[in-house]
Structure formats: structure tokens, C-alpha cells
């Protein structure tokens, strides 16, 4: 009998390997095309990713703001305080490590 960790190991090689073959014509396509630009959008995207969800953080705000004023309970803006702060954290921690966001 195969242990759990073989298992999983298994079905993540198979995983792998099928998104290889899924996107690999794909990929070999856009690299010919736009070598530097490929590269240079996921560079950038990368490093915006936290302030793009510190922004969505603040929209759950104004959210949660809303559902409070309609329903007249604290709970959607508690819940939306509590996602906003979790999507706060990694702005955070790209702040403390010195990584550049814009």
C-alpha cells in the first residue's frame, strides 16, 4: 500500500504535466512573439499584486459599509473590516522587506 504522501506526489506530477502540455503551444507561441513584454508583464503584475489587494481590501470596506447602513447590523462591516485587514498584509510585508511596489 502506497503512503498518502506518494499518492499526492503522484497526482501532482500528473497535474503538473498536463498543465505543461495544456498551455506549452501557448506559451512557445507567445515567447516568439513578444519575448521581453511577456516577461516584463508578470515582473510588473508581481510587484503590484499587494496594492491591488490593499485597494480591493478598501472596497470591502465601502462594501461592508453599504450592507451595514441597508441592514442595520454590524456584522457585514466586521466581516469586511477583518478582510480588509487580511488583505492588507502582504502590502505590509512588501513594505518591511523593502520591495518595491509602484
Not at 69 to 78: G, K, L, V, Y
Amino acid at each position: 500500500m502506497r503512503s498518502i504522501s506518494a499518492v499526492n506526489a503522484g497526482l501532482i506530477a500528473r497535474s503538473e504535466a498536463a498543465r505543461r502540455h495544456q498551455t506549452g503551444a501557448f506559451a512557445a507561441v507567445l515567447r516568439r512573439l513578444l519575448p521581453n513584454r511577456a516577461a516584463m508583464t508578470t515582473r510588473t503584475s508581481s510587484r503590484r499584486r499587494p496594492l491591488h489587494l490593499w485597494l480591493a481590501g478598501q472596497a470591502t470596506i465601502l462594501v461592508g459599509a453599504a450592507a451595514m447602513a441597508w441592514t442595520h447590523s454590524f456584522i457585514p462591516m466586521a466581516l469586511a473590516g477583518s478582510a480588509a485587514l487580511m488583505m492588507t498584509v502582504p502590502l505590509v510585508k512588501a513594505l518591511a522587506t523593502g520591495r518595491r511596489i509602484r
